[in-house]
């Protein structure tokens, strides 16, 4: 139980353009997801955490402008890069939580090249 | 600010023998532990979680944790070289909602 799926896995997009990421738990209900970074050879980086019905809470020092994101059913949050350029290339993973105090079930990832 | 610390590494040893990796975390009302693994290029997984004081064994894995010393190991024995992997350490904050992570100890087991 408690699985995640992440779609894309991968994405090549051209510099300007917009991206989203989708993340779905498939078997259970998640109120809060979170979304990381990872740079090659990092540590996770968490950018923002996702409330389902509510604004999301962003990190200090990520643009919330720019990583808009959408929580809109207790199944589904999505992560859409803005404007994306050649430095937003990296890996984005989103992890929920099956209850307080409880690990975290990530997705796959998506790596994400912008050209 | 609430950290974990964790020696990066690279932690290097044989097959066959005992890979022990280490963390510490700064939330003394921390409750809830958890060790996961990330292979190169993939998201990580969890391995084991601990939520008292003592150890907890799963396979070849056993969880150390020590809360008055705010100080969380992990054992793997008969370590295989698909053991080679970056582990994290994690900690729920005393709030209960946010999971802070090490940056991670890279293990090589060599065959």
């Known amino acids: 139980g408690a699985v995640v799926s992440q779609h894309p896995s991968r994405v090549i997009c051209k510099s300007g353009t917009s991206v989203k990421i989708e993340c779905r738990s498939l078997?259970?209900?998640?109120?809060?997801m979170f979304w990381y970074r990872q740079f090659p050879k990092q540590s996770l980086m968490l950018m923002a955490t996702?409330?389902?019905?509510?604004?999301?809470?962003?990190e200090q020092g990520v643009e919330k402008d720019k990583f808009l994101i959408n929580h809109a059913s207790l199944t589904l949050s999505t992560l859409t890069v803005t404007s994306a350029h050649p430095e937003d290339s990296s890996f984005y993973i989103c992890?929920?939580?099956?209850?307080?105090?409880?690990?975290?079930?990530f997705g796959n990832g998506t790596r994400l090249t912008v050209t | 600010q609430k950290e974990v610390e964790q020696n990066s590494g690279p932690l290097s040893v044989p097959e066959g023998a005992i890979a022990s990796l280490n963390c510490t975390y700064s939330?003394?009302?921390?409750?809830?532990f958890f060790w996961y693994r990330q292979y190169s290029g993939k998201s990580p997984e969890l391995i084991m979680f601990?939520?008292?004081?003592g150890d907890k064994e799963d396979g070849r894995f056993t969880a150390q944790l020590n809360k008055a010393s705010q100080y969380v190991s992990l054992l793997i024995r008969d370590s295989q070289p698909s053991d080679s992997a970056t582990y994290l350490c994690?900690?729920?904050?005393?709030?209960?909602?946010?999971?802070?992570f090490g940056a991670g100890t890279r293990l090589f087991v060599k065959a």
């Open positions: 939330d003394r009302g921390s409750q809830s």
């Open positions: 992890s929920a939580p099956t209850g307080d105090n409880s690990p975290l079930h």
């Open positions: 078997d259970f209900q998640a109120t809060t």
């Open positions: 994690a900690v729920i904050d005393t709030g209960g909602f946010k999971t802070i």
């Open positions: 601990i939520y008292s004081n």
């Open positions: 996702s409330n389902e019905g509510s604004k999301a809470t962003y």
